[in-house]
């Protein structure tokens, strides 16, 4: 018996390790304990596998079959409602400006001391049921709304449950330094997260990253360099946030730390893009965030043409309020002009990569996990060409279904 087996597909698309996305058409996937064993003609597939001999057999005529999705970015555990602020940001007020007033971040990490841990899991697992039906499978999930020890890890043990009782794989980031609380400077702030909370979230094996948001007003590359070298000395891996609003130098601490990923890089420079090009550092792209703030988004195409492969994320915050992986697709093509070849294999093999997930996630190839979706769509272009719907019809995660309309 085979686990699963989709077959009769219209069409089955990977990014492989040689094509930036790989089309068969008619095509079928057969996935056995956990993983894809193969991929071709459904004619070839079915022989070796037939789908009767299958405890699962999914006939995906006129569908199309890709990589389970993978979101590299997000904040996606929080509580309370800032729908006031998205109102206010629509009448001119500024991000930095809410910030400022105590809003914004701030206003969220209230609304999390408050909250307890029970709430916190509930909510987390209420966004990722709503992420599985557009198709994700894999997602990072940061903390960052406590600011103190006792809240953050609070957040990181809500992240932990999250992850086991719910299909989705959940990465989880430490991100202490994701602002500085009211009433604190920045450089005690950044002791307090070097000497406090990191050894807490150590001890606990809570992260396997660690975050910072470096940011003109929120940390210096100096401050930032301090956080991140620290998590290094607790085995936690590198992530920035990176010349969001400003340009001060995140991209280049990203390159300088060997960081996996480098985030936002709205304001990066062709010098930057270059930096990030000589280095191993994935670039994630958030074209959400430059929609929701209603910027402009990062130059995609600029890295494209410097052939830096990118992802992208939802970003998912309640700044940047969309769980959908579908519409980070759509607005990669739509507002970053990729192509939605590139636009998909920076959903899934590329943001496979800004985890750090070397084991063929993100990707049909055999031996890879057997996550996939199934689109109700002709073709993958067609994704991100009808926008603004789910197209996503069918999610399967290590070879069983877990969503399905
Ligand atoms: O990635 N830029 C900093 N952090 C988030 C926003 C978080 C929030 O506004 O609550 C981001 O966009
Ligand atoms: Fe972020």
Redesign the pocket.
Known sequence: MTDLVVYNASQVATPTDDAELETIRDGAVAIDDGTVVARGPTDDIVREYPPENAVTAIDASGATVLPGFVDPHT?ALFAGDRADEFTAKLRGTTYQEILAEGG??LR?VRAVREATRDELVANLLQQLDVMLAHGTATVEVKSGYGLDVETEVKMLGAIAEADDRHAIDVVSTFMGA?AVPEGMDADSYVDHVVEEQLPAVAERDLAEFCDV?CEAGVFSVDQSRRVLEAGREHGLKTKI?AD?FERLGGAGLAAELGATSADHLLQSTAEDIETLGDSAVTPVLLPG?AFALATDYADATAFEEADIPVAIAT?C????FSQSMEFAIELACNGMRLSPASAIRAATKTAAAALDRTDGTGTLQVGSPGDLVVADVPGYEHLPYNFGVRNVETVVKGGEVVHRD
Not at 317 to 320: K, Q, T, V
Request: aromatic content about 8%; hydrophobic content about 15%.
């Open positions: 904040h914004g971040i969220t994701h948001f946030h969001e965030t970003d915050n309640p700044n940047c």
